[in-house]
């Protein structure tokens, strides 16, 4: 049985999203963050960095979210894993990028405009970072411009690993609606049924 560690409102809805492309039987077991769950000893042998998600597939034991995701689209997901070792390329590349070039201004930005509570927040340092997200996302819109997915014409683990980092454009309140085919294509990747289901866990 594969055991998925983690919360919806976490990094871990990227899995739980994976998960249920995949249709796979599994198990959300909820350790929060918000809880310190992550920080006990049990849970810090699954997961020594103390972070969520962590996966466990039958003893294979992952963490990283993006690469339990990767790692899940190659075993068990027929359509979700690129066709070609090009296009393999291409995965790796845009999930590396989701989580070197986009991750950390959208983070921040949600942060000061967010989650902190207002006397931390730093308007500041939200509005430097929305505007450091400017070139990730001129990059991610030059991609789209003759394609709907990032592969071409078909959703895959690359389209859901960017689209699961790219959707905190919403709660960092940073408006994409003028960078028109990444928006096209993040309405296109989170109007899927299985993020419905992912959040609802
Ligand atoms: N790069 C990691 C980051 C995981 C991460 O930082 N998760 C947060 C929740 S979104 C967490 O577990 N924080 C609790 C803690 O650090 O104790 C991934 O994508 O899996």
Redesign the pocket.
């Known amino acids: 049985m594969i055991k998925l560690y983690g919360v919806p409102g976490?990094?871990a809805f990227r899995s739980l999203w994976m998960l249920e492309e995949l249709g796979l039987d599994y198990e959300n077991v909820p350790v929060n963050?918000a809880t310190g769950d992550?920080?006990k000893p049990d849970y810090l042998k699954i997961n020594p960095n103390?972070?969520?998600?962590a996966l466990d597939d039958d003893g294979v034991v992952l963490?990283?979210?993006?690469a339990i995701n990767l790692y899940l689209a190659r075993k068990y997901g027929k359509d979700l894993w690129p066709g070609t070792v090009e296009d393999e390329g291409r995965a790796f590349q845009w999930t590396l990028w989701a989580?070197t070039e986009a991750e950390e201004p959208l983070l921040t930005a949600m942060f000061h405009r967010l989650l902190y509570p207002e006397k931390q927040r730093d308007p500041a340092r939200a509005d430097d970072a929305a505007r450091r997200f400017e070139a990730p996302l001129a990059v991610l819109d030059a991609a789209l411009a003759d394609r709907d997915y990032l592969l071409g014409g078909d959703f895959s683990v690359a389209d859901l690993n960017v689209a699961s980092v790219v959707s905190w454009t919403k709660l960092a309140k940073i408006d994409i609606s003028g960078s028109e085919h990444a928006a096209a294509w993040l309405a296109r990747c989170t109007s899927r049924p299985a993020v419905k289901r992912a959040q609802g866990r």
Do not use: A, C, D, V
């Open positions: 976490s990094r963050f992550t920080r103390g972070h969520i998600p963490f990283e979210s993006l989580m």
